[in-house]
């Protein structure tokens, strides 16, 4: 009886120690999230909605303005973007209509408003070129990715987390085996899941941080075989077209079109997505 009550003791000790670090992780991540002060937000609130009226209005140019205000402010969005998107399309500006869509895409991968009138942009372009269909499970992981932003997939895995410590404490406080090989399976299913999540947070920060890919700004550009001003024309690129980025070496960049081809150009020429 002694040692049955030891054992309830410790198990009443180890599910209060759960609890206390499931709360303390829950406010880590609340403190990490709650990073924009009211004042601030408002402000950028007021700038979108100034800049929804100049666009109603058809003052693109002040809409411009607006949008581009905030955006230097430090926030980001997918309507954002698409907003700043639209506006430059209105402008007859194709180069940064597109380069702005291509980043609201970025945010939200699965926006068929985005994808329209981005389709619709590029439509206008001079350069059409023929692009190699990307291998099917690179497309499934980049929907999957973008299904949430990083700071959902966080949250994801922090829920998915405390989960998997509840039912592996179900699991230390069950006394029949049969329950705890369920506990055990779940809880194990639960802790993937996290880890899963956590890495496509990375995955998708990384994307968000680091440039892959840019859209030509200039009404044209002759790509170079090799970065100097003197080498060899491969091929000509026009305003709107979009390249993946490839290497760097000072001021030019190795660029890669949709068929394959690869040519120097200069970075002043990129408006990096």
């Known amino acids: 009886m002694q040692a049955l009550k030891m054992k309830k003791v410790k198990q009443l000790k180890l599910f209060v120690i759960m609890i206390v670090v499931l709360t303390l992780v829950n406010q880590h991540f609340s403190n990490l999230f709650a990073t924009v002060s009211s004042s601030s937000l408002s402000s950028s609130d007021s700038l979108v909605s100034e ?19 905030v955006i230097n402010m430090g926030y980001e969005s997918g ?20 380069l702005n869509y ?3 895409l970025l945010l939200k991968p699965g926006n068929e408003d985005i994808r329209q009138n981005l389709a619709l942009a590029n439509y206008r ?23 949430f932003s990083p700071d959902r997939w966080a949250i ?64 044209s550009v002759n790509a170079k075989s090799s970065p100097d001003e003197q080498s060899t024309n ?9 390249v993946m980025l490839v290497d760097s070496v000072q001021k030019w960049r190795e660029i890669r079109i949709a068929d394959g081809n690869k040519g120097w150009v200069p970075d002043e020429v990129l408006g990096e997505i």
């Open 51 to 69: 800049g929804n009226r100049h666009y109603m209005d058809r003052e693109y140019d002040l809409a411009v303005k607006c949008y581009s205000e």
């Open 79 to 98: 309507e954002l973007y698409y907003n700043l998107g639209n506006a430059y399309y209105k402008q007859e500006n194709l180069p940064r209509a597109i």
């Open 156 to 219: 994801v895995s922090i829920i998915l987390f405390m989960l998997a410590l509840t039912t592996f404490l179900w699991f230390i406080l069950s006394s029949s085996y049969r329950a705890k090989g369920i506990s055990f399976s779940f809880g194990f299913l639960l802790l993937m899941l996290s880890f899963i999540s956590i890495l496509t947070m990375r995955s998708r920060t990384q994307k968000l941080l680091r440039s892959e890919s840019a859209i030509i700004m200039v009404s």
């Open 102 to 104: 291509e980043k609201a």
């Open 125 to 147: 372009i001079v350069d059409k070129i023929d692009s190699i269909p990307d291998f099917f499970l690179h497309r499934w992981v980049n929907y999957f990715q973008g299904l």
């Open 234 to 242: 491969i091929f000509v690129l026009h305003e709107g077209t979009k």
